[in-house]
T-cell receptor, first 111, second 118 residues
Framework: GEDVEQSLFLSVREGDSSVINCTYT??????LYWYKQEPGAGLQLLTY?????DMKQDQRLTVLLNKKDKHLSLRIADTQTGDSAIYFC???????????FGTGTRLTVIP | KAGVTQTPRYLIKTRGQQVTLSCSPI?????VSWYQQTPGQGLQFLFE???????NKGNFPGRFSGRQFSNSRSEMNVSTLELGDSALYLC?????????????????FGAGTRLSVL
């Protein structure tokens, strides 16, 4: 199956780093994605990583992928109050053109 | 470029009615996917259209249907509405035309249509 799991909540202080974790089960994943959803809004693509990479950095965002353990993480450096939102990891698998989403992690940034 | 546009943003319907939601993809994108988001089930894939053909379908009853027009705009229809159909319906467009192993399948989402069924 295509089970994608995330912890539900994370709270951090402004200026600290946030690390949001995700595990997936399908070994035929091709790309993995991180999306952000703010209240009342759709999903905003933050970044993505190809399944044969282990790290990708994009400004304050660092994605780490451990393919052996099927574990994906998103690190946000210098977290700001505007980063408060729900973060979804998602995978696409070979031969399918839809995404399988995790449950979402609600990040709360405390000023 | 304009983003993905979904109309209407909000809808209130009663049980048994039907509803049609509309999605205009990013210019040049030919793939349009629909997802249902609920607090209990999270984000679930409904179907995907490419070049006016349904290319992929999720596990939803036949009351949920869709179509795509020659300009890539898409509509989804839900007939005989049930209370459990209350959800945020999200449309996403993708420039990807392949479903092969290296397909990036990056999807860009609209703001969604929030449907409330009373």
């Amino acid at each position: 199956g295509e089970d994608v799991e995330q912890s539900l909540f994370l709270s951090v202080r402004e200026g600290d780093s946030s690390v949001i974790n995700c595990t997936y089960t399908d070994s035929s994943s091709t790309y993995l994605y991180w999306y952000k959803q703010e209240p009342g809004a759709g999903l905003q693509l933050l970044t993505y990583i190809f399944s044969n990479m282990d790290m990708k950095q994009d400004q304050r965002l660092t994605v780490l992928l451990n393919k052996k353990d099927k574990h994906l993480s998103l690190r946000i450096a210098d977290t700001q109050t505007g980063d408060s939102a729900i973060y979804f990891c998602a995978e696409s698998i070979r031969g399918a053109n839809n995404l399988f989403f995790g449950t979402g992690t609600r990040l709360t940034v405390i000023p | 470029k304009a983003g993905v546009t979904q109309t209407p943003r909000y809808l209130i319907k009663t049980r048994g009615q039907q509803v049609t939601l509309s999605c205009s993809p990013i210019s040049g994108h030919r793939s349009v996917s629909w997802y249902q988001q609920t607090p209990g089930q999270g984000l679930q894939f409904l179907f995907e259209y490419f070049s006016e053909t349904q290319r992929n379908k999720g596990n939803f009853p036949g009351r949920f249907s869709g179509r795509q027009f020659s300009n890539s705009r898409s509509e989804m229809n839900v007939s005989t509405l049930e209370l459990g159909d209350s959800a945020l319906y999200l449309c996403a467009s993708s420039p990807e035309i392949s479903t092969g192993a290296l397909a990036k399948n990056i999807q860009y989402f609209g703001a969604g249509t929030r449907l409330s069924v009373l």
